[in-house]
C-alpha cells in the first residue's frame, strides 16, 4: 500500500542541475556586512525553524533538517539548494517562481508532482540568497559543536537561550546534570 | 529549583487601575467581595454556581458540562456574536513563526480570565454586553529561550484562581500569581527548566491551597514530572516523577544499558483532574523518549502512557494504568482522566475515562486503576487488533518481550524505519479536551482521524544534547487527516454517535443539558444536538480554532466564549494532511455569543 517516495540521492540530483544558470542572480552585491546580512535572513526567512539558530537542524517532528555545519555543498549549491528547494524532502523552496518561470532541477511543477518540495514561508530575492549563502558558508558551514560565543553573535537579545551553552563550557559532564535526580 | 520572588515591576496601567479601582473604593464601592475569594470550598462545589467557570476542565471530574440552560437545543439557532476582543501575543520565538490561542477561558462573577499563547494573562469584564479589558499581565516570556525547545507550538492553555489571585503558567517555566484586582505580579516562582528542555504549556489545577504543574518536554529527553507548590508559602510541596529513578519501583521496566530512563520523557502537560473522595489527583503522562526509537528504551517504559493516581497531599503514586507499553509510535496518554459514577450492579462505578492518542477510549476503575472496557473511538487502527478484554492492553502485547513490535509489519522499528500508522502520532485525541453530559451519560470526544509515516532514526547516547530533540526519528504527512465528534456511552461502552469533520478536532468539547459544543480550524464554531449530533448551528469566525469553547452568565444572561487564533504544532509540523488550513491567517480574538 505504501507508495515510495524516495527520490534520488541528493547528491545526484545535485550533480544533475549543475547546468542550471543562476548567474541571474549576479555580482555579489555590495552589502558593507554580508555576513550580517544574511543572518538576518536566516532569522525571517525561518532558516531557524528547522535547522536552528546553530545550523545543526536534526530530526523531530519536523523531520530531518540536514545539518549546514555538515554540509558539503559549495556556495553555487547552497544558492541552488536554498532558491529551488530539494525535491520529495521538506527543504522549502525560496524563489518567486521556482518550478513555473524560474526552472528548477530542470523540472515544473508538473514534472516535479508529488516530488514538489513546500514553498518557503517567505519569498526571498536573489541577493537575499546570496547573502544567506555567504552566512552559511563563513559562520556555519565547517564549525563544530554551537558554543555559547556563536550563540550570544546569533541573538542579541538578552534571552537566556545561550545559557546552556555558557554551563556546558563550565561543567563538561552537563549531559549528567540532564538526568535529574529523584527528590 | 531557583527562585525569584519578591516585588515585581507593575505597569503603568496596572498602577493607575490600582488607583482608580482605590477611588472606587472610597467613594462607598466595595472593591473585594468576600464571594470573589476563591476557596476549596467554592472548587468543590462549582454545580452551586452555575453562571461561573472556575477550573480549567470546568469541574474536578473534568467534565466541561454547564447545566446553564438559556442556549438550548430550541433557542441556539438564534445564537449571534454578543462582543470580541483582539488580544494579543502571536509574535514569533524560537523554532516557531507565531504563536496561536489554545486557552480555555475562566470565568468569575462577570469577568473573564484568558491567556495568550505567550502567557499574557488578560482579565476581561462582560458586564452589560460587551467586553472591557480590565488589565493585562505581560510575564514577559524569554521567547528565544522557551520558543527554542516547544515541541509543539507558543501555547499556554489558561489560568487558575485562588483566593484573590489569578495563578498561570509561562512557556519559560514560571508559575505566576496575579492580584486579581489590580493585575500587579505578587510573586513569581521558577517551576520548570527550559536549559533542559522544560516547558510549560497547561493550565495549572488548584487543589487545597496547591497550585499542580504539568510539564512538557518529551522530545528533549526531558525526565517528566508532577509538582504541587504551596500558595501562601510558594515552596514546593513535593515533585512526583514519572520515570522512576534508578531502584524504584518501575525502574526494572528500562532494560537498557544507556541509562535510558534518565532522558526517558513522561510529559505532563495537560491539567488533570482531582477526586476529593480519595483526595486523589489523576494525570496523565506523555510518550517516552526517544519517540520512534523504542529498542533504545527496551521495556514497558512505565510510567510513559500511562495514567497517574496521586495522594494529594505527598504526590505518591497509589496506582498507575499503562496503555502503550515501550510505545514506538509517540501515543501520548497525556489527555485529562474524566471521572464519571455509573451505577453498577454493586453500587456505583468510580470510573476514569481517558480517550488516548493510540485510538482507543479507556474506562479505568479509579478506585484501584483496573481495566474495565476499551474500545477503538477512530475509524482506521492499524497498529493493533485490539485490547485484551480483560487487561485493556494491545492484544500482541508480550510482556517477556523487552522490545514491543505489536503489528510489526507496520510498527516503527529498526527493522522498518518506514511505515504508515493509524491513527498519526498525533492522535486519535490529544490534548483538546472531551467534555462529558453527566444526564445522558454521554463522552464526547474531540477526534483527529488521521494516519501519517514514520521515519526512524537510529539514537545512540552520544545523540542527547540539553534542548536538542530526542525523537529518534520523525513524521510526515503523505495523508489527509480529518476529524469527527465521537459520544460514547459510559454505562456500554458503546460509540453512541460519530460526527464526521472536513478537518481533525483541535480545540475540543463543551457540553450543555442537551448540546455539544465544538469548532473546526477551518474557523466553524458549531452546536450539536447532544442525542444525535446533528449540527443545529454554525459561525465561522474566519480564524483557525484551536481552542475549547466554554459558558457562562453575567446579568442574568447566558453566554459561549470561545479563543480563535490557529498555533500549536498544526500548523507548523501537521500542515500537509489538511492543505486547506494553509490559508488561515495566525490571529488572535475572543469571541462572545449570545441570543
Redesign the interface.
Known amino acids: ?3 515510495s ?1 524516495k527520490l534520488p540521492a541528493a547528491g545526484m540530483l545535485l550533480v544533475s542541475v549543475v547546468a542550471l544558470n543562476f548567474s541571474a542572480y549576479g555580482q555579489s552585491a555590495q552589502v558593507s556586512d554580508p555576513t550580517s546580512a544574511g543572518k538576518a535572513v536566516f532569522g525571517r526567512a ?1 532558516c ?3 535547522h ?2 546553530h545550523g ?1 537542524g ?7 533538517a540536514l545539518s549546514l555545519r555538515r554540509t558539503e555543498l559549495t556556495r553555487e549549491q547552497i544558492i541552488e539548494t536554498v532558491g529551488c528547494g530539494r525535491p520529495g524532502t ?1 527543504m522549502p523552496f525560496f524563489v518567486r517562481g521556482a518550478y513555473d518561470e524560474v526552472k528548477c532541477f530542470d523540472m515544473n511543477r508538473q514534472d516535479a508532482g508529488p516530488q514538489m518540495p ?1 514553498e518557503g ?1 517567505t519569498f526571498l530575492r536573489p541577493k537575499d540568497i546570496e547573502a544567506v549563502a555567504d552566512y552559511v558558508i563563513a559562520h556555519i558551514k565547517g564549525a563544530g559543536e554551537p558554543t555559547y560565543a556563536e550563540c550570544v553573535a546569533f ?1 542579541s ?1 538578552s ?3 545561550c ?2 551553552y555558557k ?2 563550557s563550565q561543567k563538561p559532564d ?3 546534570a ?6 | 529549583m531557583e527562585r525569584s520572588s519578591g516585588p515585581t515591576k507593575v505597569s503603568t496601567r496596572a498602577c493607575l487601575l490600582a488607583v482608580a479601582l482605590a477611588a472606587a473604593g472610597a467613594a462607598g464601592v466595595t472593591p473585594v467581595f468576600a464571594a470573589d475569594e476563591v476557596n476549596q470550598e467554592r472548587l468543590l462545589n462549582v454545580d452551586k454556581e452555575a453562571g461561573n467557570w472556575l477550573h480549567h476542565h470546568q469541574n474536578y471530574a473534568g467534565h466541561r458540562f454547564s447545566t446553564l440552560k438559556e442556549i438550548n437545543r430550541d433557542t441556539v439557532k438564534n445564537l449571534k456574536v454578543a462582543w470580541t476582543l483582539h488580544l494579543g501575543g502571536i509574535e514569533p520565538g524560537g523554532i516557531w513563526s507565531h504563536g496561536g490561542l489554545e486557552g480555555t477561558p475562566i470565568a468569575e462573577n462577570g469577568f473573564l480570565y484568558v491567556t495568550d499563547g505567550w502567557g499574557s494573562v488578560y482579565k476581561i469584564d462582560a458586564h452589560g454586553g460587551r467586553g472591557a479589558l480590565v488589565w493585562k499581565m505581560d510575564p514577559k516570556t524569554d521567547r528565544d529561550w522557551a520558543g527554542a525547545v516547544a515541541c509543539c507550538g507558543v501555547d499556554n492553555r489558561g489560568v487558575a484562581l485562588w483566593g484573590d489571585l489569578v495563578i498561570s503558567h509561562t512557556l519559560d517555566g514560571r508559575l505566576i500569581a496575579t492580584k486579581k484586582d489590580s493585575g500587579q505580579v505578587a510573586w513569581q516562582r521558577s517551576v520548570a527548566d527550559p536549559d533542559k528542555g522544560e516547558v510549560i504549556t497547561g493550565a495549572p489545577l488548584i487543589v487545597k491551597n496547591m497550585a499542580i504543574t504539568g510539564v512538557a518536554g518529551a522530545e528533549y529527553g526531558i525526565r517528566g514530572w508532577i509538582a504541587a507548590t504551596d500558595l501562601s508559602t510558594q515552596k514546593e510541596v513535593w515533585r512526583t516523577y514519572t520515570i522512576p529513578g534508578k531502584g524504584e519501583p518501575g525502574s526494572e521496566t528500562w532494560k537498557d544499558n544507556n541509562n535510558a530512563m534518565a532522558a526517558g520523557g513522561g510529559s505532563t502537560w495537560v491539567t488533570g483532574t482531582y477526586d476529593p473522595a480519595t483526595d486523589t489527583i489523576i494525570w496523565g503522562v506523555g510518550n517516552p523518549g526517544p519517540d520512534w526509537d523504542n529498542a533504545y528504551r527496551p521495556g514497558d517504559n512505565l510510567y510513559t502512557d500511562s495514567s497517574l493516581a496521586l495522594d494529594a497531599d505527598t504526590g505518591k503514586i497509589k496506582w498507575h494504568y499503562q496503555h502503550t507499553p515501550n510505545d514506538p509510535y509517540d501515543y501520548d496518554s497525556v489527555a485529562e482522566n474524566v471521572l464519571v459514577d455509573i451505577p453498577g450492579p454493586s453500587g456505583p462505578r468510580k470510573l476514569a475515562l481517558e480517550a488516548d492518542r493510540n485510538g482507543f477510549a479507556y474506562a479505568i476503575d479509579r478506585t484501584n486503576g483496573k481495566f474495565v472496557w476499551g474500545l477503538p473511538f477512530v475509524k482506521k487502527v492499524t497498529w493493533t487488533k485490539g485490547l485484551d478484554p480483560e487487561s485493556g492492553k494491545p492484544i500482541e502485547y508480550d510482556p517477556n518481550k523487552s522490545v514491543q513490535t505489536y503489528i510489526a509489519s507496520v510498527t516503527p522499528s529498526r527493522t522498518n524505519m518506514e511505515t504508515d500508522i493509524c491513527p498519526g502520532n498525533m492522535g486519535g485525541k490529544n490534548w483538546p479536551p472531551t467534555a462529558y453530559n453527566p444526564d445522558l451519560k454521554l463522552w464526547y470526544i474531540p477526534v483527529i482521524e488521521s494516519c501519517n509515516r514514520i521515519k526512524v532514526e537510529v539514537m545512540t547516547p552520544d545523540k542527547l544534547k540539553p534542548r536538542e530533540f530526542w525523537t529518534g526519528g520523525g513524521p510526515s504527512q503523505p495523508f489527509r487527516i480529518t476529524g469527527s465528534v465521537t459520544a460514547i456511552d459510559v454505562t456500554t461502552g458503546k460509540i453512541a454517535g460519530k460526527l464526521e469533520t472536513p478537518f481533525p478536532n483541535l480545540g475540543g468539547m463543551l457540553a450543555t443539558s442537551d448540546l455539544v459544543f465544538t469548532g473546526q480550524p477551518s474557523g466553524e464554531v458549531m452546536a450539536l444536538d447532544a442525542k444525535t449530533l446533528q449540527k443545529l448551528w454554525e459561525f465561522n469566525t474566519g480564524g483557525g480554532v484551536n481552542a475549547p469553547p466554554m459558558t457562562f452568565s453575567v446579568d442574568g444572561k447566558q453566554y459561549l466564549a470561545i479563543l480563535v487564533g490557529l498555533g500549536g504544532a498544526w500548523d507548523k509540523w501537521f500542515i500537509d494532511s489538511t492543505p486547506e488550513l494553509k490559508k488561515i491567517q495566525p490571529g488572535s480574538m475572543l469571541y462572545v455569543f449570545a441570543l
Not at chain 1, 536534526?58 to 530531518?64: A, I, L, R, S
Not at chain 1, 540532564?178 to 527528590?183: A, F, L, V
Open positions: 500500500m505504501m507508495m517516495n525561518n531557524m525553524g528547522c536552528k539558530w545543526n536534526g530530526g523531530g517532528y519536523g523531520g530531518d521538506g513546500p514561508g541573538f537579545s534571552s537566556r537561550v545559557d546552556v554551563a556546558e552537563h549531559a549528567t540532564n538526568t535529574g535526580k529523584s527528590q
